[in-house]
């Protein structure tokens, strides 16, 4: 079994959708108008963006947020440079054990519709 697709709710599909599109390599799959636009990555992962049923911004739980795994903390650090040189304000990378006896770099960075994103290396150091 494999986790393929998630879907997140907003009430900006196309700023949502675009900020995964320049930042993580998404790429268009499908759309419906304004309401809905599929994605999909290199690794076949779908995520879709769609408007939710009311047009208000989602209201996500404290702490819900979505990952993004690069190998190595040279990557969470040019991802970092990147979204700030963009005036996304990423904070400050820290580091954190995630288990493995191993550093990890993250950060979190607030993608438009207020969907809270994370970029780290995997735990434990090591590669998936």
Do not use: W
């Not at 393929?4 to 419906?32: C, I, M």
């Amino acid at each position: 079994m494999r986790l393929q697709h998630l879907n997140l709710t907003t009430s900006d599909v196309s700023a949502l959708a675009a900020f995964f599109e320049r930042f993580f390599g998404f790429e268009p799959y499908a759309a419906r108008g304004d309401a809905l636009v599929v994605l999909r990555n290199g690794h076949d992962f779908i995520l879709t963006v769609m408007r939710g049923k009311t047009g208000e911004p989602a209201d996500y739980p404290a702490n819900f947020h979505i990952g993004f795994y690069y190998d190595e903390a040279i990557e969470v650090e040019a991802k970092h440079a990147e979204l700030s040189a963009a005036g996304l304000s990423p904070n400050k990378i820290a580091f954190m054990d995630r288990g493995g006896g191993a550093r990890i770099p993250h950060f979190y960075c607030a993608a438009p519709g207020n969907v809270l994103i994370e970029v780290c290396t995997p735990p434990g150091g090591l590669a998936p």
